[in-house]
């Protein structure tokens, strides 16, 4: 048996200049950070020659072209493996949909998991292109690569797409002092509403593709914050990350009419009322999680909690892709 676990992510910076409809043409940069909420996958050997796969459904089948999740699918045929009888199992501590980069860091465990069952060593840059190649190119998904980079290598972490596919690794130089205000002062509140990814990042897609410029330069000014927030977060100006952050998320709420809705924004409102010095959607937008950043956690728990909206505690994770048993 094989147990591998990825990390989910929150972006801190540049999200969506990772998109290859916008790099390839102006470079991307994104500033992101792993948490202590994973993916896991479990492999195991069983006695009948056949494939069995457990998600939110259960399959059974005797080949890999007649599994139907696709992500298992693409990453048995790019990593095939000689056992006709595995079977897959996948948990996940945060329901997918909600803007933390689940889909990724599945795919990520799920190659993790098959390398060591092939036994394997890869290296981390490669297992983020891998599960790049699945979504990306495989699969057609509309979505950029810093989940899957963020998910593999973990901690918090700049990545720059160049325009010729490479992404240039580094973490974050960021004081003791500051990363322990930081995660304290981090704050994660669910909205409710579940929606996958693609369906508000197919919108920036084709707009980059077709070289609108109102898309182009609203990227221009997102890649901009990126640079900022990295900056902010070494030299230790953790308010000033936050108002970063504000203006992040009033510039991309421009990016479609889908990015929010009533409830969100007034739940924003709310948040920066009452401690919030900075906030933002996590993920590409419609739902999933509010963070905001704030110096007074007890007063906006408690009125977002009167809000009905539930917190999830988080810490940073510094591990990446890992395995977490062997048996």
Avoid at 18 to 29: A, C, M, T, V, W
Avoid at 198 to 226: C, N, P, V, W, Y
Wanted: hydrophobic share 40%; glycine share 8%; proline share 3%.
């Amino acid at each position: 048996m094989i147990i591998t676990r990825s990390p989910l992510r929150v972006s801190l910076g540049g999200g969506g200049t990772d998109l290859p409809s916008y790099y390839r043409e102006h470079s991307g940069f994104v500033v992101a950070a792993a948490i202590d909420k994973f993916v896991y996958i479990t492999l195991h050997e069983t006695f009948e020659a056949e494939f069995i796969i457990k998600y939110s459904k259960t399959e059974r089948v005797r080949s890999v072209d007649e599994i139907k999740h696709p992500i298992v699918r693409e990453a048995l045929k790019l990593v095939p493996v000689s056992a006709p009888h595995l079977e897959v199992i996948s948990m996940s501590d945060i329901p997918a949909g909600t803007g933390l980069g689940s889909s990724s860091s599945f795919t990520v465990a799920l190659l993790r998991a098959l390398h060591t069952h092939n036994k394997e060593v890869i290296p981390r840059q490669e297992l983020a292109e891998q599960a790049c190649q699945i979504e990306i190119e495989r699969l057609g998904e509309p979505i950029g690569k810093q989940d899957q980079y963020i998910s593999t290598f973990g901690g918090i972490t700049s990545f720059l797409f160049d325009r010729d596919g490479r992404v240039i690794v580094e973490p974050v130089q960021i004081s003791s002092e500051t990363l322990y205000n930081l995660e304290d002062n981090l704050l994660l509140f669910f909205t409710g509403f579940i929606r996958p990814a693609s369906s508000i990042l197919a919108e920036q897609d084709t707009r980059s593709r077709a070289g609108d410029s109102d898309m182009i330069s609203h990227l221009h000014q997102i890649k901009r914050f990126g640079y900022e927030s990295r900056l902010a977060l070494e030299s230790g100006d953790l308010r000033g990350f936050a108002a970063i952050m504000h203006r992040h998320w009033e510039l991309k709420k421009q990016r479609s009419r889908a990015m929010t809705n009533s409830m969100i924004d007034d739940c924003y409102e709310l948040a920066r009322a009452h401690g919030a010095l900075g906030g933002k959607l996590i993920g590409a937008g419609g739902g999933g999680f509010l963070m905001f950043y704030t110096e007074d956690k007890t007063r906006l728990r408690r009125v977002m909690r009167e809000a009905g909206m539930r917190e999830v505690r988080m810490r940073f994770d510094f591990e990446g892709a890992s395995l977490v048993a062997r048996s």
